[in-house]
């Protein structure tokens, strides 16, 4: 007989419903179950005036039991809970603290009384999910603060502070400490003085404070970018404006279930599993304790990834070769955090208390005492092994050794070293202070430790990390070549640069591969490819880029690459870029054909699906969510649309079989080899 998560005690006249399902407290079946058994044991107990709903551990109910997620729901359904507790003859007080999220903080909207700890932290995160609240959320949360303020926090799925709510009606008490004592001392005094109802929240009226709901609606939609999910939630508050609480949840519910049977509900659910899942190793060995860090390059890479480390307390030390070129890799820091500052991100003591730990070097002998160095310098195999090298006979022998490169051979650059187990790859996207992907690459001999410490590290840097093998571009990068040659090849082909940008922006991307490639520099591109043969069965093989970095147009750098670029920094397409490339494509004798947007769409995403298999077969990836987790997070793919290889899925093994084959009877085996599409899984 298993044990219920929740307890029920007697406080004088007040009966406790606790709940104590670590490590959330979440709204398992049985915790739901709990609810009701307790509210119904207490409103039967004469001696019984109020009911305390509580929680043991570090959280009042934190949201939904995710093991729960995609089985079929079992009652008692958190509608009918919420509405259980509401209808409560006796009155339900909320003793909240810690983060209640989502159907945590439905249940204590149906309280009649909500007491919080000051420190605690609430929301509705459902649109994350590709969801609205579906239980009560939508209606009771506007009843206590307003339509206006509910859509706000729906929309935006965001944490709150209940310090934030002080002026408002949504908590009855907030106090700074010791919260059960003082939940039992209010319950009692307002006894004591007559005052204790239980009173609905849902008998109130929505209080309607939007002046213009299409103009809301039109902003909800802009900012969604393709999201269902936000744009619905506004539709079912304004939908319910004049509804009683049982009808607009009823509304509510309707599409809440049709939002979850939704193909971005699901994409969005796996995403929340995936990102999970990528920083599971298997690997049982223990970490390396990481406090001193060295960082090699103060250039833009080299600073965002100092200040990653600065801004989660690690000490850092900055070489740079001279004086001049380190106070400008300081400057450089110094800039990251001012932008949080203006942001309201962090204040100034902060960052004072950060850049504290920051020491600035020209010598590597300082180096001696690090745990982990990070060589961040420019992609240059020589100067690389020059610099591992030194760091061999300088750094202590647990000192982990990083190197920061997009594409190069860590064996190679291991190769220079006594300790090649001690070697690996840390990849960070830039910026480096902003971008949450970090690629760990476990070179041929890196150590377990190594690779444990690493992606230790690179969660006291609030990353998600995933592990991936050695190979030109390691994941992320090597399915970018392949993505851009699909994109290079549809502009020989007769696709314009403005068409493949907003073609692929409106699928959901956040920036064309066009336009990233002039934010990048389109002369760090060619270069690195560079450092690999050109294949010869592929005669447009990245013509139109090299064709940009002849004519001197490397990007934004330069004020023209694909686009053109005004003393504002503004894009504007340029008709000539169009023009050269037909040229080109003429003299290659490629032929020229009209593309609709989703022509584009399909054959870049069908790019990374097979370059992304091709990962999976080679080992360099674990699994195939990892490599979606790669591109949400490193490459701006729509989280709504789940990855490349979540798209897979849903285009199915048959389809793409169809289309592979297709598509290899045009350009050969070698661009579209035979793939295993029993990876997609």
Known sequence: MSISPVIFKNEGSIGLIEINYPPVNALSQSVR?????????????????????????????AGADIKEFGNPPLEPHLPDVVNRI?????????????????????????????????SAKFGLPEVNLGLIPGAGGTQRLPRMVGAQKAIEMITSGKH??????????????????????????????????????????????????????EQVLEKITKKARGKDAPVVAVNVIKQTLNCDILQGMK??????????????????????????????????????????????????????????????NFEVILIEQHHEALDAGKKRIESNFSSNIKRGRMAQTQVDSYLSKLSLE??????????????????????????????????????????????????????????????????????????????????????????????????????????????????????YTRYGREVQQMLLEGASVQQIDQALTGWGMAMGPLAVADMSGIDIGYHARSSQPFPEYDIGYFKPSELMYKKGRYGRKTGSGYYHYDESGKAKVDTSVDELILN?????????????????????????????????????????????????HGYGFPRHKGGPMFQAKIIGKEKLASEFERLRAIEGTAIWPEVDFELIN
């Open 86 to 118: 509401e209808a409560s003859s006796k009155p339900v007080i909320a003793s909240l603290y810690g983060t209640m999220l989502g159907g945590g903080f439905e249940v204590a909207l149906a309280c009649h009384y909500r007491i919080a700890m000051a």
């Open 160 to 213: 709150y502070s209940v310090k934030e709510f002080l002026e408002t009606d949504l908590f009855d008490q907030v106090v700074d400490e010791d919260l059960e004592q003082a939940t039992i001392s209010f319950v009692n005094s307002m006894m004591d003085k007559g005052e204790l109802n239980a009173d609905p929240i849902g008998e109130k009226k929505i209080l309607n404070d939007v002046n213009d709901w």
């Open 362 to 479: 020209i010598n590597y002998q300082s180096l001696s005492d690090c745990d982990l160095v990070v060589e961040a310098v420019f992609e240059n195999m020589n100067v690389k092994k020059e610099i591992f090298s030194k760091l061999d006979s300088i750094c202590k022998p647990s000192c982990i050794l990083a190197t920061n490169t997009s594409y190069l051979d860590i064996d190679e650059i291991a190769s220079v070293i006594s300790r090649p187990e001690q070697m690996v790859g840390m990849h960070f996207f830039s910026p480096a202070n902003i971008m949450k992907l970090l690629e760990i690459v476990k070179a041929n001999k890196s150590s377990d430790q190594a690779i444990v410490t690493a992606m230790t590290v690179a969660k006291k840097l609030k990353k998600i990390s995933v592990l991936v093998g050695v190979c030109f571009g390691f994941a992320g990068n090597r399915m």
């Open 33 to 61: 179950q709990g609810i009701v058994d307790g509210l119904e044991k207490f409103e039967s107990d004469v001696s019984i005036n109020a009911i305390i709903i509580a929680c043991v551990g570090k959280t009042f109910i």
């Open 584 to 632: 080109q494509a003429q003299e290659l004798n490629i032929i020229k054909r009209s593309f609709s947007d989703e022509d584009i769409v399909q054959r870049a995403l069908y790019a990374l699906i097979s370059e992304g298999l091709q990962l999976l077969e080679d080992g360099i990836v674990q699994r195939a969510s990892d490599i979606d987790v790669i591109w949400l």
């Open 251 to 312: 509304i509510e519910r309707e599409a809440f279930v049709k939002l979850r049977d939704s193909e971005q509900s699901a994409a969005l659910r796996f995403v929340f599993g995936a990102e999970r899942l990528a920083a599971k190793t298997g690997i049982e060995e223990q970490p390396l304790v990481v406090k001193k860090v060295g960082i090699i390059g103060g250039g833009t890479m080299g600073s965002g990834i100092a200040t990653a480390f600065l801004s989660s």
